[in-house]
């Protein structure tokens, strides 16, 4: 059953008639063609559709469109952009933090909503934050070194 | 191209002289391409290609347009092992233009020249000495038309970033875009230029970043599940229960109640599509059916047995020497049986494709490894003529040697024919893992033994369905024979599901077997396992690489088990050497090990890129802990138990040691492989590292706290 749902989605208000009960995720990638967001296991065992929702991680997989009326949605999209990128995503390129790059987008924005609750993380901390998410490819310490790099950036007053 | 024909191809190490010996379907093609002679009933257009291999005509790789910047053309795909940087490097060092101009079009089937697929850590030291070659060529084209413009003799001349000079009065100058204007450059020469000496580079053996990660950290990357179409219909299909199940009855009834689902049925080739791909997935589940189940009679405990029951007779890979002297001048005899489950690839992202068919022709753009296969294996599908068939190939969400397989590409091609609409198809994680071509499981057993003096003297080794890449061994031992039983492409029907190559086909299995058995010589033989190793080691380059790590790590000797948590492994991939140390903790209570930290030390001759191959280095280290440690695949006859990532688990970032890397210098010699190598030696370093911490040998991959508990109990 469609409903109008209005939020807030990457710093703009939107309203969309859609099923609210559809999750986050589809509505991102195919209703508004944002597809950074990725689906990688569908039971949110992975990270690679996380979102910021408040300003805390989500993932999109499991949240229905509903539950984000009235709030704050962020996705990949809405971190930064070229020429005006996010500490987190430059320090990303700086330490080649990537490899096939697919689960990327969902480890930038854990490192964000880490980096808000947490501006000065340790590598335990680091690591206690991202365990949830999957890197194949076996990045696995430069994003660390990246977040690490991010959270000097940032505390030096550049975000 | 039939798959068994790519399977075939057996991804040994193509550049391997024993290996070629030994085959009669294999020929060697001028420059060290292989081609493989087609035995079925392919297309003769591909048949050609391939006769051909990599095209001799330069504009086949690269173009530069009127704008100067320089578009690089290659069959190659990227996966993340960061061929679009170093193939990049290579084609903007030899032409002498740089690195920001290069344009990337990779794995497109219109555009780029053929390939055979990427794998095999074959795209820089087989590939790229063509397109370097291409790139020599197009440059000295270059500067003779710059002679003739500027009325200059060549050796009057200079090329710096695209432009040509006047070696005398820098004013004097044309570019390369005006030179060519954008245009096919007609002329060629009759005497090929060398490519460059490395010390003529000036970009390649240097570190350089990755080209691609600005799209990929702001999520403007394209995958294949993010190409989409207004009119695009994304498609969930019926999917049996188990590998072997036949449909009995089918009910779509509910699911064509859900508006906007259109259904398709051809033949047992059921499918659900909606403008959404989540509803689709909705409708899918209404659908009610019936299968037919085949007895399970093999799961994931007696494999082993059923795998030693189905062997064929095995091929002698290597021997010298013979068996039976080497069994009497043996005093200390030591025999090992190893066993390693079914892996799978487990990309992040699953097999995806989305294809439109435009009158006579279709383009399927296709998260795929072998695009030039995909293309041949749609046109057959779908009766259409080669030449209208297009695969594009965005960027793939990992690989390692899944992706060679396209069947998601074939389900979307087809359903587009079917539905007259373009479609996309995009596996579940459980459907990944249920189609997944996983890493065979595999036996090796090895009975070994060593002189009165504490010499080996003899080496039985047979390999059962793991394949025999990575086989042989390369110490001194003067009888000793290799079989091999069965290959990892699942052709001889031992398995119940698709099996495949993963990266590194078959050198997981045999260094952890060869690795592990070489431990167990050396602590009867009385000696370290690093002094054992570089006592016997046949290749100087070996000796190397392990004197390397062993220097990185600060080994000091002390047989084994030491009590330290130290192991070593060595071995050779695709050309490379490489030796690895790790040090591991183990707790006695729960069985957890904790690896602490890998040193890795690779010898692949010329580096293209430094910084990449570090990075596929620890890529490979971080992997590889996940086969040592926990992957396995649990399953009962055609059904797969493991659906996603719960029950089957990756490497995560608490498990992350210290990986320490250290390359070889050896510029002046060919380049090999870099995207497989270091993973070879995870499960041996590990196992070798754990009997050196509590003294009890795992025999078994994955190394799980339930089997590491099992050997603690047994003692």
């Known amino acids: 059953m469609n409903q109008t749902i209005k939020f807030k989605l990457n710093n703009k208000p939107i309203s969309i008639a859609v099923d609210g009960e559809r999750m986050l995720l589809w509505v991102l990638r195919t209703d508004l063609g944002l597809t950074g967001t990725k689906y990688g296991c569908g039971e949110g065992l992975c990270g690679a559709c996380t979102v910021l929702v408040n300003k805390k991680t989500v993932r999109s997989c499991q949240i229905a469109v509903k539950d984000v009326a009235g709030k704050e949605v962020i996705t990949i999209e809405g971190l930064g952009k070229k020429g005006n990128l996010h500490p987190i995503q430059h320090a990303f390129i700086k330490h080649d933090a990537l490899q096939c790059g697919f689960c990327t987008p969902g480890m930038i924005l854990t490192a964000s909503d880490l980096l808000l609750k947490n501006p000065q993380p340790d590598v335990e901390e680091i690591k206690e934050a991202m365990e949830d998410n999957l890197c194949r490819c076996g990045a696995h310490n430069r994003i660390v070194r990246a977040i690490q790099t991010a959270a000097d950036e940032m505390k030096g007053g550049k975000k | 191209m039939k798959d068994q024909e ?65 578009t690089c053309l290659v069959g190659k795909i990227e996966m993340g092992q960061g061929a679009i940087t170093s193939l990049a490097m290579e084609l903007a060092d030899e032409l002498d233009v740089s690195l920001d101009s290069v344009d990337m079009v990779m794995g497109d089937t219109d555009r780029c020249p053929w390939d055979m697929g990427t794998f095999g850590s074959l795209s820089t030291r087989s590939f790229g000495p063509y397109l370097r070659q291409a790139a020599a060529e197009a440059r000295a084209v270059l500067l003779e038309l710059a002679a003739d413009q500027l009325k200059k003799l060549i050796d009057q001349l200079q090329i710096k970033d695209g432009t040509v000079f006047d070696k005398n009065n820098a004013k004097i100058k044309i570019s390369y875009a ?12 009759e005497q090929k230029p060398s490519p460059k000496k490395p010390s003529e580079f000036h970009i390649m053996g240097k570190p350089v970043f990755r080209q691609d990660a600005k799209e990929k950290v702001t999520g403007e990357a394209k995958f294949a599940g993010d190409i989409q179409f207004p009119d695009m219909l994304y498609a969930k299909i019926l999917r049996p229960p188990a590998h072997g199940a036949k449909l009995k009855n089918v009910d779509t009834s509910e699911a064509e109640k859900i508006a906007g689902v259109q259904i398709i049925k051809d033949g047992d080739f059921i499918a659900v599509l909606h403008k959404y791909p989540d509803i689709a997935e909705k409708a899918l589940k209404k659908i009610t059916s019936e299968f037919d189940i085949p007895e399970a009679k093999v799961d994931d405990k007696t494999i082993f047995d059923h795998l030693l029951e189905v062997a064929s007779k095995g091929e002698v890979v290597a021997q010298d020497g013979n068996i039976a002297t080497g069994e009497k001048m043996t005093s200390t005899i030591i025999e090992g049986k190893y066993l390693n489950s079914y892996v799978a ?39 259409f003529a080669p030449e209208n068939v297009r695969i594009i190939t965005p960027y793939v969400g990992g690989g390692f040697g899944g992706k060679n397989q396209n069947q998601q590409a074939l389900e979307a091609a087809r359903l587009a024919k079917l539905s007259g609409k373009p479609v996309q198809v995009a596996w579940t994680r459980q459907e990944e893992f249920f189609y997944d071509t996983f890493r065979p499981a595999a036996v090796v057993k090895i009975k070994s033994g060593l002189s009165n003096s504490g010499a080996p003297v003899l080496w039985d080794y047979h390999v059962y369905f793991a394949g025999e890449r990575g086989s042989q061994h390369f110490y001194t031992i003067a009888h000793h024979k290799t079989t091999a039983y069965g290959g990892w492409s699942g052709r001889d029907s031992a398995h119940l599901f698709g099996v495949g190559p993963w990266r590194a086909p078959a050198n997981n299995t045999n260094t952890f077997a060869r690795e592990s058995q070489i431990d167990m010589m050396a602590e009867k033989a009385g000696l370290d396992p690093v002094e054992f190793r570089l006592k016997y080691l046949k290749e100087e380059k070996m000796r190397g690489v392990l004197k390397a790590a062993a220097e990185r790590f600060g080994w000091t000797t002390a047989p084994s088990p030491s009590g330290r948590g130290y192991g070593v492994s060595c071995g050779i991939d695709a050309g490379t050497y490489v030796a690895h140390i790790a040090e591991v903790a183990v707790d006695k209570n729960t069985g957890q090990v904790q690896v602490k930290r890998v040193v890795c030390a690779q010898d692949m001759g010329l580096v293209v890129n430094p910084q990449g191959a570090k990075i596929q280095m620890e890529g490979c280290i971080t992997m590889g802990l996940g086969y040592a440690l926990t992957e396995e695949i649990h399953f009962k006859g055609g059904q797969i138990l493991d659906t996603n990532f719960d029950t089957y688990e990756l490497p995560r970032f608490s498990w992350l040691p210290k990986i320490e890397t250290v390359l070889i210098d050896a510029k002046e010699e060919a380049p090999q492989g870099g995207g497989e190598p270091a993973i070879i030696c995870m499960g041996a370093v590990i196992a070798n590292a754990i009997y050196d911490a509590i003294g009890l040998r795992l025999f078994q991959l994955p190394m799980t706290p339930e089997r590491i508990m099992d050997a603690i109990r047994q003692g």
């Not at chain 2, 494709?353 to 030039?372: H, L, M, R, Y």
Request: net charge neutral.
């Open chain 2, 6 to 70: 790519y399977l075939d191809m057996d991804f040994t190490d193509l550049l391997s002289g024993t290996t070629l010996n030994r085959r009669n379907f294999l020929k060697r093609f001028g420059g060290g391409i292989i081609i493989f002679f087609s035995i079925g009933d392919a297309s003769a257009m591909m048949q050609e290609q391939r006769r051909q291999g990599y095209p001799s005509d330069f504009n086949a790789y690269l173009r530069i347009g009127a704008d100067g910047r320089v």
């Open chain 2, 345 to 383: 690839h487990a990309p992040i992202e699953p097999h995806t494709a989305a294809a439109k068919i435009d009158g006579e022709k279709i383009t399927v753009w296709a998260s795929t490894q072998a695009p030039f296969r995909a293309k041949d294996e749609v046109a057959q599908a779908l009766g």
């Open chain 2, 178 to 189: 005006q030179l060519t204007e954008g245009k096919i450059i007609e002329r060629h020469l």
